[in-house]
């Protein structure tokens, strides 16, 4: 059982486009939702985080979209670079939860 | 910086052996992660310690066992490899306390041992 559902698994952009990856939980106790990217031969990096207080954050390109009643949260990479390819992973934790539970991730690749 | 060191970048065993690998962080870190990364299958929790002798099974802990006797050293252990255990193993690293949500959330990673059992 997933309990974070992402899409899509793989995603090509353009140079300059916008890239946008979605997930979808059923646990409504989370309360803190971060992205992490992983390039190749590296472990993952925190890349951007949300609490369900707030609808939207943004930091440089990259910005959480998070909609608490649908029970969705989606990452878009503005002005996406060819250096943004990666794969990038949702996750969510419940309060004082040590775990996170991650979506099974989206490899992106943007085209120059 | 957080550094979380893996001991080998890449392993190659033979089925039935026992195979060590070992993660050291440098922040004092009270929670230490194990994961198996496998195409399409994501990250998958195998055992994690949330403080020194203290560790709880994680979604896939059969097969592996793992060790913490030091704060900032994890060992996962393969009592018996097997080729269907061929991944990526993935260490990470937690504190529990800091100012930001992210701060004391953030789960930082080692680079990663891709472990091949022939």
């Known amino acids: 059982q997933q309990q974070v559902k992402q899409s899509p698994q793989s995603l090509i952009v353009q140079k300059g486009g916008i890239s946008i990856i979605n997930c979808a939980y059923e646990?409504?106790?989370?309360?803190?939702f971060p992205w992490y990217q992983q390039f190749p031969g590296k472990g993952p990096a925190l890349l951007i985080a949300?609490?369900?207080d707030v609808s939207e954050k943004k930091e440089g390109r990259f910005t959480i979209s998070f909609n608490k009643s649908a029970k969705q949260f989606s990452l878009h990479i503005m002005d996406s670079q060819p250096g943004d390819s990666a794969t990038y992973f949702c996750a969510a934790k419940a309060g004082n939860n040590r775990k996170l539970i991650w979506g099974l991730g989206t490899s992106l690749a943007v085209n120059p | 910086d957080v550094k979380v060191t893996q001991s080998s970048r890449y392993l190659v065993k033979r089925t039935g052996e026992k195979v060590f690998l070992e993660c050291v962080q440098d922040m004092d870190h009270e929670n230490m992660f194990w994961y198996r990364q496998d195409p399409g299958l994501g990250l998958r929790l195998i055992y994690f310690s949330y403080d020194v002798k203290m560790k709880e099974k994680g979604d896939i802990p059969e097969g592996y066992s793992v060790s913490r006797e030091k704060k900032e050293r994890f060992s996962l252990i393969l009592e018996s490899a097997s080729t269907n255990q061929t991944s990526m193993y993935l260490c990470?690293?937690?504190?529990?306390?800091?100012?930001?949500?992210?701060?004391?959330?953030?789960?930082?990673f080692g680079p990663g041992t891709r472990l091949t059992v022939l």
């Open positions: 990470a690293s937690r504190s529990t306390s800091g100012g930001s949500i992210s701060s004391y959330n953030e789960q930082f």
């Open positions: 949300i609490r369900p």
């Open positions: 646990n409504t106790a989370f309360d803190y």
